[in-house]
C-alpha cells in the first residue's frame, strides 16, 4: 500500500482554543500549540499509528459558512455516560444544532467552532474504538467514494450496512473511517480534510501519482509551493499526500 491515513485537519479562527476543546473532549493531550498549527492526540501517541487519529488545527481566516462534509462521531459505553458527555461538553462550549437529523437516538453538537459532530448511543461495533467511534464522510456514492478511500488511506472493507460503507485499519485497532449517503452538493473547500502519507519505504511522487490512477486530481486550495500535494478524491473532497513517514 502506497499511502496511509495519519491525521484529520480542522481549519479554525483559535487554533489553540479549539485544540483545548477537543483534548478535554476526548481525554486527548494538547501536543503542540504553536501560532500556525496545534495538534491533539492521545497521550504517549506513537504517530503514525492504527489506534488513533490525531486532529492537528491550522489557522484560517475565512469563518465557517456551511455544515461540514466531514465529521466525528463519539463513542459512549452505555446511556448514563451519553448523557454524561453531553452534559459535560455543553459545559465546556458544545452547543446542540439542528441539521435535519429528526428523532434519532444519537445528539448533535457542535464545537465552539460551529463544528458539527455527534454522540452517539452505545453501540457494541464501537466498543473498542477509543473516544472516536468513527470519521464520517458525507457521499453521493458511498461505496465508490470507499473504495478510492480504501486506497488512499490502507484501510479496508469492514462493513456495507444501509448504504453506509464502513473501513477500519488492517490491524482493527482505532475508529472507523465511514461514507454516508448525503445528496447535498460541495459548495466551498472543506473545513475539516483527511491528510494521507507515503510509508517510509516508499516514494511521495510515485504515492501521488498512483492516488491519481485511482481517481484523485489536483487541487489549489491557495497552498503555495509546499512539500506536500493537495489533491481532491472523486467527490472533490480535498485532501494533503505528505511526505513518507
Known sequence: MATRLVHMV?????????AAFWAAT???????DEPDEAVVCPAGFDYPGPEAVPLFFVPVPEPKAVKNRIHLDLATQSTAHQADLVS???????VRVDIGQGDVPWVVLADPEGNEFCVLD???????????????VDSAVPAGLADFWTAASGWLLQD??????????PSHAGPYLEFLPNTDVKRAKNRVHLDVAAHKTEDHAAAVESLLRSGAVRADVGQGAVSWAV???????????????
Open 88 to 94: 459535560r461538553l455543553q459545559e465546556i462550549g458544545a
Open 10 to 18: 480542522i481549519d479554525a479562527a483559535d487554533t489553540s482554543a479549539l
Open 26 to 32: 476526548l481525554g486527548w493531550d494538547v501536543a503542540l
Open 160 to 169: 456495507d450496512r444501509n448504504e453506509v460503507v464502513s473501513l477500519r485499519s
Open 231 to 245: 489533491l481532491a478524491d472523486p467527490e472533490g473532497n480535498e485532501f494533503c499526500v505528505l511526505s513518507p513517514r
Open 122 to 136: 452505545p453501540r457494541p461495533t464501537y466498543r473498542d474504538t477509543g473516544p472516536v467511534a468513527a470519521i464520517v
